[in-house]
């Protein structure tokens, strides 16, 4: 394969900052109605912004610990939001109110995603296992012990075969959708792994990591085909765009940094060091809201980001 030169030009603007959280945010994700985003981290509420105002909105419930992951499954009216205590609460769009406690992992949940065609939810904790809930009743169907320590990250390949853990164990572990069996498990990471992602075309597999690296492994092979060092600190979040040509990622070391994900290039660097009115402390979680890129921090901010590709 001839890879063609790349002229990607892009450009950063900073759009909106959104402020009133009072302690570091560390997680972000968008509502499935357009325009709305949900953060949550070390406060006493889970927050509701309007993207189209950029503006608040209000405290969505209260929550007794810290969240550290929010999903809003498509086509479902419910938002899920992982606490430090284990618990996963279930909030209902239609009848605005919290219907259910999700209890099952005692120690921290980090991660929640879903697996449609299932009708899954899976749920990843500091405990090593992965707990799997029906959708469509909230009761818990089985736990997948994962890892002897954290799984902190899960990714769903788009073609919801395959799924991707990011563990604490320095490895990313690959398993089967249909039956949750073992594929393979991938080393390279020297330290915990904190984040995965699938590419949005399926050919590639991202993991970031503690030790700074992140790796991209071709998803048919499952060998590594690219290993960058991308920050100066731990790779907190990595995220492709939904049908652009590039990805996201998000460290400790403040910075958020854009990349090429057809020829792994770096192509934007957002810090206070390249003149931006950019984070003061870790980037901690990203959104993509069509071309706008949401990061939120440490440093109690949510900041919306213009990218224009030129």
Known sequence: MVHRPSTKMITAEKIAELTGHGNPIFTAELSQKPGILFTGGNDKGLVEWSLKANSFIKVMFPVPASIYAIHCPAGYPLLFAGLRTGDVIVYHFLEQKVVKLLKHHRAPVFDIKSVLNKKELLAASED??????????????????????????????????TMAFGCRDNSVKLYDVEDYSVIKSLHSHTMPVFTVQFSTDNRYLASGSRDAQVKIWDTRSLELVNSIPAHMFAVNHILFHPDKPYFATASMDKSIKIWGSDDFKLYKVISREKGYAAH?????????????????????????WKLTVD
């Open 280 to 304: 003061q402390l870790s980037v901690n979680k990203l959104a993509w809201n069509g071309d706008d890129l949401i990061s939120v921090s440490d440093d109690k901010r949510v900041i919306v």
């Open 128 to 161: 090593g296992t992965v707990s799997v809930w029906s959708l469509e009743t909230l009761e818990q169907l089985y736990v997948v012990k994962v890892s002897a320590d954290t799984v902190r990250s899960i990714s769903i390949a788009p073609d919801e075969k």
